[in-house]
């Protein structure tokens, strides 16, 4: 995963005016607990106009689909549901020939209330004047033990045991 591309996604994401929230081994970095990812996973707003302008946003990177579907396809929720309950998809991975060490995951559905997680999503720059929007904490902690696989139980074990960065308010 390369920084110049983390800094072009997030800067086009939010250009198109998509509301979005990191999610995976990039927002466990952000929130103290720095480890290896090899990809960004991305939960993005569940509605289609918001899907179709995520999709417009990464497409002009050249991101497109691994799996042999046209990229608008993402944008159905139907579609979205019937991949996940007849081939079990939880992500859709998206690659590009000009980010070729960055690939993408966008969540199938989504994992928690997006306007509730939302709402309670943490902001970080990634670079000078551009910010990205990050799964709260306590949101990844219950994904990650959600999911229950060897790395995220330990993603959770660093992340409950780090002391999360001091609220502004509590200055």
């Avoid at 591309?5 to 927002?27: D, K, W």
């Avoid at 995520?54 to 139907?78: C, H, K, M, N, T």
């Avoid at 993408?104 to 999503?121: S, W």
């Avoid at 929007?133 to 219950?142: K, Q, W």
Wanted: negative net charge; glycine residues 6%; hydrophobic residues 45%.
């Amino acid at each position: 995963m390369e920084r110049r591309s983390i800094e072009t996604i997030v800067g086009s994401l939010n250009q198109a005016g998509v509301r979005y929230l990191v999610v995976g081994g990039l927002a466990v970095v952000a929130h103290g607990f720095v480890r290896f990812t090899a990809d960004i996973d991305i939960v993005l707003d569940p509605s289609p106009a918001a899907m179709r302008r995520a999709i417009e946003a990464l497409s002009a990177l050249g991101y497109r689909p691994r799996a042999p579907v046209p990229f608008e396809e993402f944008a159905d929720p139907d579609q979205r549901r019937t991949w996940a309950r007849e081939k079990s998809l939880t992500v859709f991975s998206v690659f590009s020939s000009q980010h070729p060490a960055t690939e993408i995951d966008l969540f199938v559905e989504t994992p928690f209330d997006f306007e509730r997680a939302y709402a309670d999503a943490d902001r970080f720059e990634v670079a000078s004047g551009i910010e990205a929007t990050f799964v709260g904490r306590e949101d990844l902690i219950a994904m990650k033990r959600k999911a229950g696989r060897p790395q995220d139980l330990k993603d959770v074990a660093e992340l409950e045991s780090a002391v999360p960065p001091a609220d502004e308010s509590d200055a």
